[in-house]
């Protein structure tokens, strides 16, 4: 573990740390924030997994977490979305390889070899945040952005029971159905669909997995909003599954950190809720 | 005037705006914040002058401003720290030209051509925000970091009608005293150090320069410090001149956003009161 840079922030400590992956065979770069509250004693965490293009960086500097993160002593961890490095393969456009790792393990060649962020924050990053950082690794929470919606919303679906709160901006909630998501889970999983269902939200929902609530944000003027991110496809699932979404249709919002940073606030106030609960 | 971008954020509509400026004789970008009680009537603007190697665009993306201007119903505004462009001429290092025009109106060739930031954020910025935006010129106050801080300061001393509050992060308050400023004043102004005492705001205290009251937030971990900044400088001319200042000495906190982002809301909430009365 290589720590790239302190600072303090918000009466805490914000971390950007890299280390060596197993599960990507890669280094790999995360970035921490410890409220102050984690100088004397564990912490709930709250996972932020980000979207297409973005690296830890983006949230880091533009998320405006910090504040809400030291009120209710909250650790916010954001993981890259992808392998990085001249080894590792990039795909063509900004929507596939590098910065695109969509939260799967790739089982395609040449993908298969580094692509393996499902394992990354589902396995190798929690143990090693567990061993180092002072978190209370039994009040988890997860969020994300766009492909982290994605994200964060299949995570939490396959461990109802690590989580407790989940909550996305912007999510992509049906990638089998939309062109990022295809070109994604075709890429890395192939063209057997069968294997893309347990790396699509409504998917898995209608294949019987549950999470009690949902608190989804999403703006009017998010230019991806009708092709990629389609949050009605999540809202007739959840109300087919009795799964009690709150759905945000926030006005004149676009799909920018701008956005992001708005309701940032809230998002955690309701995670801190129910991590407190 | 051209609209660079313009996103929803907060409640309000965050700008960024480039247009043709007389002053510097280039192209100029700026930010402005319009929170969302502008959509109603004439709001009071907070000025923000950045610091060495900065455009609009730091704060702007990392400053944490729009919740706190949102409660309190200010416009930000976020000049850029030089002209820019192909025809501007550039200095060795990061501290002199592009990025570093230190808010004086050069007197010295080849700098005199273009680097008029004073006249530009004294006099022609404000007269077209004055003329586009909702704004009450009545209500004004300004505030910086690190050379912007210096920016605010002199700026304010020399204006004490127009501006009803001053805050500072982490300014350089004798800049005759210390290498950035006699790099910079030099090179912009000649060796007359009379010249400079205008543009320093130890000297003009010294001068009979008042303003009733100053905000001022340092990090005790800030590098700069002791070579640059030299707050204990701004202290005893205060002391002398019976200039109400506040000193907050921040334990740990570094010269980056991180650090501005923290305490960004307490100054907005400090001229918010004054800017009310």
Request: charge should be negative; aromatic fraction near 10%; charged fraction near 20%.
């Amino acid at each position: 573990m290589e720590i790239l840079s302190e600072n303090r922030s918000h009466g805490g400590r914000q971390l950007v740390v890299k280390h060596a992956s197993a599960a990507t065979g890669t280094k790999m770069t995360f970035s921490i924030f410890l409220p102050p509250q984690a100088e004397s004693g564990p912490c709930p965490v709250v996972w932020y997994l980000s979207g297409l293009t973005c690296s830890h960086a983006n949230v880091t500097e533009k998320g405006e977490y910090r504040a809400a993160c030291a009120e209710h002593g909250l650790i916010f961890v954001a993981p890259d979305t992808s392998p990085r490095g001249e080894e590792v393969p990039d795909g063509e456009g900004y929507d596939f390889g590098k910065g695109a790792g969509f939260y799967v393990d790739a089982t395609q060649a040449p993908w298969s070899q580094h692509f393996h962020m499902w394992t990354y924050v589902t396995q190798e990053l929690p143990a090693l945040i567990a061993a180092e950082y002072p978190v209370d690794m039994g009040r988890q929470a997860i969020t994300g952005h766009s492909m982290g919606g994605h994200g964060a919303l299949t995570v939490a679906l396959r461990h109802p029971d690590r989580f407790r709160s989940v909550s996305a901006f912007a999510p992509i909630v049906a990638p089998s159905q939309v062109p990022w998501g295809q070109k994604a889970l075709g890429g890395y999983l192939g063209n057997d669909r069968a294997a893309w269902r347990k790396h699509d939200a409504v998917a898995l929902i209608e294949d019987g997995a549950r999470v009690p609530e949902l608190l989804v944000d999403v703006g009017t003027a998010d230019n991806f909003l009708e092709q990629e991110l389609r949050p009605a496809l999540l809202e007739r699932a959840c109300a087919d599954a009795g799964i009690a979404l709150t759905l945000n249709r926030r006005e004149g919002y676009d799909h920018s950190y701008y956005f992001i940073s708005t309701f940032m606030a809230d998002h955690l106030a309701w995670h801190a809720e129910r991590l407190r609960a």
